[in-house]
């Protein structure tokens, strides 16, 4: 790519002391490729996760409590018992009626997931151009970084994982909730159902702990670590977990679908939740 004509005083691989190199790349191996299949991976669930929260159906399995992630919490009055100490103020009617039931939790935990530095340097490379890739010139000339709207808006990830544990431990919630059964002994019940929203629950977690906002929560600005012996363990257990933190992204991607998938066919009637108790 070749320098910028204007009278701006470029940076980076425009800067007047580099090399100038009319080629994009010198780079012979298919370096767009790991980009490109990350935001189609992720755009696929953004596009199953919005159809589903606008179906508004098949979200809720009341005989055995079996709540699909997506519509938790549910606000809407038309959600009964799957909703049983969340506020149900979504009207059953009218235009209002048209919002996804989790209104309040989707925006939140779809902003976690773009403000997460593994999701960032997907759409950096392939939608912003910035930077393409490693030894790729950028289509500008000025590098501002995170510094300027709208990326400074980066710096929100960190609110962003407090409401996302928040919504955890309500899918924690549900998906104890739901090992209630009438027809079991104690009231207890146990199918395949239960299996998907424990693995998918447990995820969650790990995909929230492994976070790096939560490695800095826990174990930032920490000066002697033989001082807070309590904070250094947990830093250590969040460091191992923020090693494999791109891995837990994919594999939430496809709980989170897996189960929603579960809950919405037997919710409708498609297939029969397979019961080992009760």
Known sequence: MSAPTDDRKGTGVFSSTRAQIPERTLRTDQWWRSPIVTDLGFAAFVIYATVRAFMRDDFFVEKYHYLTPFYSPCLSKACGEASEFWPQFLPTSGPFSLLPYA?????????????????????????????????????????????????ILQNLHRYFFYIAAIISLINTWDAIKAFHSEDGPGGFGFGLGNVILVVNVVMLWVYTLSCHTCRHVVGGRMKHFSKHPIRYWFWTKVSVLNTRHKLYAWITLGTLMLTDFYVMLVASGTISDLRFIG
């Open 103 to 151: 209104l309040l939790s989707l925006p939140f935990l779809l902003l976690f997931r773009i403000t997460c530095y593994y999701y960032r340097g997907a759409y950096y490379r392939s939608v912003w151009q910035s930077p393409t890739a490693c030894g790729v010139a950028e289509p500008r000339a000025h590098y501002t970084g995170e510094t300027r709207f709208p990326l």
